[in-house]
């Protein structure tokens, strides 16, 4: 059964901390992406990578950096948590072949204090 | 003017209705079109998979694309409350890796 993990389901940091939120998959996908979820926006890409170590800025990269060391994790950071960033964050895998689905982690609930 | 309208509802419906939901989007080079499933607190899951113009059917679920009209359609027949969910349209194109999204639409169905 193919995995998308998320490290946390729940988080709450406070204001000015750094957040790291933590991505495994373990389908050997070459794309990984992050997500943020809010009510009547969508989803909206931050980051996405195509390989290890490549990163390309989505739709809002703006207070976030993300890091691929490794093939199989991707994770992302808030440098300076914010409370507009309190939001659900959705991991996203695929393979790098088009036209391809795309399958997700549960999900992290973030909520910044 | 967005890539994928998507109307987020909530639609509300009695349990057996159908339900009709619906996309526009505005590439024209659009060629495949995904329906994903996101229930409460869950990631969502690909649904329906289909490429170019017309129908696919699976059990309960039909999935309608009229590239003429740029406009996505899933028909899902005899609701259950279990299909109460977002569902959220994905259009792509054989140029891009990212999936597009549209926003979701939230489904209630009531017993």
């Known amino acids: 059964d193919v995995k998308v993990t998320q490290s946390s389901r729940y988080l709450v940091k406070r204001t000015g901390e750094k957040v790291f939120l933590e991505c495994v998959q373990d389908?050997?996908?070459?794309?990984m992406f992050w997500y943020r979820q809010d009510p009547g926006l969508g989803l909206r890409l931050i980051y996405f990578?195509?390989?290890?170590?490549?990163?390309e800025k989505g739709d809002i990269p703006e207070g976030y950096s993300v890091s691929r060391e490794k093939k199989e994790r991707f994770s992302l950071i808030l440098e300076s948590a914010s409370t507009n960033q309190t939001s659900m964050y959705l991991c996203?895998?695929?393979?790098?072949?088009?036209?391809?689905?795309?399958?997700f982690g549960q999900g992290t609930r973030l909520t910044v204090v | 003017q967005k890539e994928v309208e998507q109307d987020p509802g909530p639609l509300s419906v009695p349990e057996g209705a159908i339900v009709s939901l619906n996309c526009t989007y505005s590439?024209?080079?659009?060629?495949?079109f995904m329906w994903y499933r996101q229930y409460s607190r869950k990631g969502p899951e690909l649904l329906m998979y289909?490429?170019?113009?017309g129908n696919k059917e699976d059990g309960r679920f039909t999935a309608q694309v009229d590239k003429s009209s740029k406009y996505i359609s899933l028909f899902i027949r005899d609701s259950q409350p279990s299909d109460s969910a977002t569902y959220l349209c994905?259009?792509?194109?054989?140029?891009?890796?990212?999936?597009?999204f549209g926003r979701g639409t939230s489904l209630i169905v009531h017993p």
């Open positions: 389908m050997d996908h070459e794309n």
């Open positions: 990578s195509y390989d290890v170590k490549m990163k």
């Open positions: 996203a895998s695929s393979l790098i072949t088009l036209n391809t689905e795309a399958f």
């Open positions: 289909t490429y170019s113009s």
């Open positions: 994905a259009p792509g194109s054989g140029g891009s890796y990212i999936p597009t």
């Open positions: 590439n024209s080079a659009f060629q495949y």
